[in-house]
């Protein structure tokens, strides 16, 4: 019983090791968002507050010092959830990097991050200036990971085939549409240009080989599920 299943698990690390070598720049950024998170639960409030902040691509780090704050501010998770990350890398940023190359695949991550970063604050700058946002809006913490992953769900669109293409793209607008219609906050303006950005990264995906089907996809689930039928 004990070697059956010992010889069902054998092959099991290097079938992991094959699926991640696939896609190795969005497992090691994994890497060290797990390493961070980790440091961001050791830290105390203040100290967390105090990483986070000099890490934060606001209004006044953007203007002191944009380079080390652009790079550093998509290395952390304000607040944890490194699993959900976990999960929500692996449905869009490995499909992602193993259809477009990991350096198209980080162009368009590069491009959305920083992008994204200076549309959504220079909107909040027009606020401040004109008297619609606090000046300490300034300072507030922007750091994370999510303008990059707007910016690849978006470019995703073109990677699923007619005309599910539609319906996944309609979806992903709607998503990140509501939030700025409802009541926008930099961030949502943010994710939102972000996703335009990523749609604007279509020279990239040309000549890119396949296309995911999701009816096929379903069908081939099923047949495997149920080998009998």
Known sequence: MTDSVVGRLAPLP???WAYV??????FAWLAILLVTTI???LLSPGAERQVLGNRSTNL????????RVLITSAF?????GW????VVYNIFHVPAERWLGTLRWLAVVVTAHVGATYLSEGVLYWAIRHG??????????????SYGLAGVVAVLTYLIVKPWRYLYLAGVLVFFTVPVLAGPTFTDIGHLSAVGIGLACYPLTRGRP??????AAAQSLYRSLNPAV
């Open 83 to 86: 699993l959900l990350y976990f």
């Open 60 to 67: 006044h780090h953007l203007a002191e010092d944009p380079l």
């Open 39 to 41: 440091v961001v639960h």
């Open 210 to 215: 396949g296309g995911w089907n999701p009816v």
């Open 132 to 145: 619609h946002a606090r000046e300490s809006a300034a300072f507030t913490l922007d750091v994370g990971v």
């Open 21 to 26: 070598r696939r896609a190795p720049g969005t």
């Open 76 to 80: 952390w998770l304000a607040g944890g």
């Open 14 to 16: 290097r079938a992991v």
